[in-house]
């Protein structure tokens, strides 16, 4: 078996030469699901997961735009379309200056397993821009956004290619976007979402991820009786994600002692409760400043500068910042302090190796692709209220978040199951694999 999967690998990684997250994130889809091909007839003789790692388009193009001293920059811009068998290309643009090829390939690629989880009829994408939106005054975001929008708009559409958000595209830049995209096609359609609620948006949206990978947890660790109440979490992120993942982990009545943020984390050991959590997101996301500020305001915590918080004790950790935050060394701290169950908000934010750590002691270990599928699901949701033109509320919505996350889980542990216990992350491969599989196969070789 491992001749076939390194064999499997080698081709596509020459194919693919210097996309080191890219090759990982195939690298972990290959171990579980190329066993299940092998044992599985109607998969033989198809080439069907090469087809699934090669993107079905790929668009990079150049965004100028004009700084406020009067300079013209130039940033590059990035569409993948990964797979559209299961239905219109569906996934976030990340604006953060890390932003390449290799990363986005990466998280076009889960994005297929993700959606086809969600039960929703939605292919993956990916998208963004090396744009740094730290620092930048609203003004030129939205500059930066409208140049964006005006090469990306003839590539997208309701029925074609519905982006969101991700790491630097918050509401501020969905709603400059949506307003460049209206003004260059003279239509209002649902053509992104994380839309405003008073112009096309859905309750909970926002809320989503981070909501969806607390219940995700909440599922798993009700397989071994266990509940939130009381337990103490560790959170990395201080964004979108982190913050309603904390909000919810809160209101289950369990204790948030860390966040962070690219500077370092903030450790408060009574808890960050509703009141400090309320400050963080006015830190965040109105004020735009860095986590550090919180040990100014509550002065029993304290923040470690360049760290990361995996040292902290607790039961649960979420790691809900970027990819690869998180190594083997994290991981066997974590375990040796007592954490038994990981679920992630961000996306591959543990590494192979600390996946291994987790998988051979017993760890509750929940894969991004399934634990923060919440936000695309609730963008699938938004996608249904548009075509509808017709609101959910926000109980309505909040309910099928959950029965998704339930049937999320289901999912997984049945084709995840063990002798003596799951592996979430077999199960979520395969479940994810079959059913754009499927569909791939009977639409002939397209
Ligand atoms: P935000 O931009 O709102 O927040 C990102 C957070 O992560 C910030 O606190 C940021 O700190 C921190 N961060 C980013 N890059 C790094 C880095 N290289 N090192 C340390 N910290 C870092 O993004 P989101 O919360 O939306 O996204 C977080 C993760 O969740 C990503 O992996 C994303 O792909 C994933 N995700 C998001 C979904 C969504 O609906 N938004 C859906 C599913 C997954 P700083 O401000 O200093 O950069």
């Known amino acids: 078996m491992e001749k076939i999967i390194n064999a499997f690998l080698q081709e596509v990684s020459q194919r693919n030469t210097n996309e080191p997250e890219f090759m990982q994130a195939v690298s972990e889809v290959a171990q579980t699901v190329i066993p ?10 198809k080439n069907i997961l090469m087809r699934m790692a090669e993107p079905e388009r790929v668009v990079m193009f150049r965004v100028p735009w004009i700084d406020h001293s009067g300079e013209i920059r130039v940033n590059r811009g990035y569409r993948i379309e990964m797979n559209s068998a299961i239905g219109p290309y569906k996934g976030g643009l990340r604006f953060h ?43 030129e975001v939205m500059r930066f956004c409208q140049s964006f929008m005006t090469e990306l708009f003839r590539h997208i559409g309701p029925n074609r ?7 630097g595209v918050g509401g501020r830049e969905i709603g400059y976007m949506f307003g460049q995209y209206k003004r260059l096609k003279n239509e209002f359609t649902g053509v992104l979402t994380g839309k405003g609620i008073s112009w096309g948006g859905s309750l909970i949206r926002p809320e989503a991820t981070g909501y969806g990978a607390v219940y995700f947890a909440q599922n798993m660790m009700e397989t071994r009786g266990a509940s939130f109440t009381g337990k103490n979490v560790v959170i990395s992120g201080s964004g979108n994600v982190a913050q309603y993942a904390a909000e919810k982990v809160i209101q289950l009545g369990a204790k948030v002692l860390t966040m962070s943020d690219s ?12 009141e400090k959590l309320g400050f963080i997101m006015q830190l965040k996301n109105m004020s735009r400043q860095r986590i550090d500020k919180y040990v100014e305001q509550y002065t029993n915590a304290s923040f470690h500068k360049g760290e990361k ?10 790691p809900c910042a970027t990819q690869n935050e998180l190594d083997a060394a994290d991981a066997k701290t974590l375990i040796s302090n007592g954490c038994y169950c990981v679920s992630e908000g961000a996306n591959m934010p543990s590494t192979p190796d600390a996946i291994l750590h987790f998988h051979s002691n017993n760890v509750l270990y929940a894969p991004g692709k399934a634990s923060n599928a919440g936000g695309v699901a609730v963008s699938g949701l938004e996608m249904a209220q548009n075509s509808l033109r017709y609101s959910w509320t926000r109980e309505e919505v909040d309910q099928r978040l959950q029965a998704i996350m339930k049937d999320i889980h289901q999912v997984c542990a049945s084709y995840g199951k063990l002798k003596d216990g799951i592996n979430y992350e077999k199960g979520a491969n395969i479940a994810g694999f079959v059913k754009v599989a499927d569909a791939m196969l009977a639409q002939g070789v397209v």
């Not at 939605?122 to 090396?130: L, N, P, S, V």
């Not at 918080?309 to 979420?318: L, N, R, T, Y």
Request: glycine share 14%; aromatic share 10%.
């Open 161 to 167: 290619d519905i982006p969101a958000g991700d790491i």
């Open 97 to 139: 200056e890390s932003v390449n090829l290799s990363i986005l390939k990466f998280l076009a690629f889960e994005q297929v397993f993700k959606n086809a989880l969600t039960t929703l009829p939605m292919g993956g994408g990916k998208g963004g821009a090396d744009f740094n939106p730290k620092g930048k005054s609203d003004a």
């Open 263 to 274: 500077s370092g984390f903030i450790h408060d050991p009574d808890g960050i409760d509703e």
């Open 309 to 318: 918080p995996w040292g902290i004790s607790c039961d649960i950790a979420m």
């Open 36 to 45: 299940y091909i092998v044992a599985n007839d109607i998969y033989h003789g």
